[in-house]
């Protein structure tokens, strides 16, 4: 089975300071790797995927998530962080064998809070 | 195109009572539909997964069901409540079409209040 662990619970950056959330994940394969964001109260937004091919992935609002099959990574990072990107932030990941049927496994979850 | 609906969007239920959620999706035949909950502060948990009409796959032990009565219909219930039964309960389903899996899609989500 996958494990995803995302080892910051709480990161406080500045509006306008760059951002980088860890995500290392377990899985004997290559795996389907999300970000999904999820604002106070509400659902969750799919950032980016990653299945296969470059490993540096660009997402919506300016973010961006490198695989790194060696360290069982996938980061996600922003060069230059905004007031509204304060949220809960996913890491997730799914079985590449089945086509993903067997759903998402996710991280705990990182808290963004954005100093101003 | 293809949507997914949830509802209802908050419920607030006594300890003891029924559940029942609903979740549809729309513009796709034979999705995988799965159940995931986010108790207070804590990430999500996977409860159950469809892969077809009657074909239900429980990831973890608790006071839930899930059914799947029709092709795009899937329901979580339970018979009685529990204090624990509390947190955000979201509907998802697979999109793969012609066999090429493109991600999952989330429903808006209830939120469930035991009290």
């Known amino acids: 089975a996958q494990s995803v662990t995302q080892p910051d619970i709480h990161i406080t950056v500045s509006e306008g300071a760059s951002l980088e959330l860890r995500c290392n994940y377990s899985?004997?394969?290559?795996?389907?790797l999300f970000w999904y964001v999820q604002s106070p109260g509400q659902g969750l937004q799919l950032l980016l995927k990653y299945f296969s091919g470059d490993t540096l992935v660009q997402g919506i609002k300016g973010f961006e998530a490198e695989f790194k099959r060696s360290q069982s990574s996938f980061n996600l990072r922003k060069p230059s962080v905004h007031w509204s990107d304060a949220a809960e932030y996913f890491c997730?990941?799914?079985?590449?064998?089945?086509?993903?049927?067997?759903?998402?496994?996710f991280g705990k979850g990182t808290h963004l809070i954005i100093q101003p | 195109s293809q949507t997914i609906h949830q509802w209802p969007a908050t419920l607030v239920q006594p300890v003891g009572s029924p559940l029942s959620l609903e979740c549809t999706v729309e513009g796709t035949s034979n999705p995988n539909l799965y159940w995931y909950r986010q108790a207070a502060g804590r990430g999500l948990q996977l409860l159950f997964y469809?892969?077809?009409?009657?074909?239900i796959s429980s990831e973890v032990p608790q006071n839930l069901s899930a059914s799947r009565p029709q092709d795009r219909q899937f329901i979580l219930s339970s018979k009685k409540l529990l204090l624990s039964d509390s947190g955000f309960y979201l509907c998802a389903w697979s999109d793969s079409r012609d066999r090429v899996f493109y991600g999952y899609t989330f429903g808006s989500g209830t939120r469930l209040t035991v009290v």
């Open positions: 997730a990941v799914a079985a590449y064998s089945g086509g993903g049927a067997d759903g998402l496994t």
């Open positions: 899985y004997g394969a290559t795996p389907y």
């Open positions: 469809s892969v077809g009409i009657g074909q």
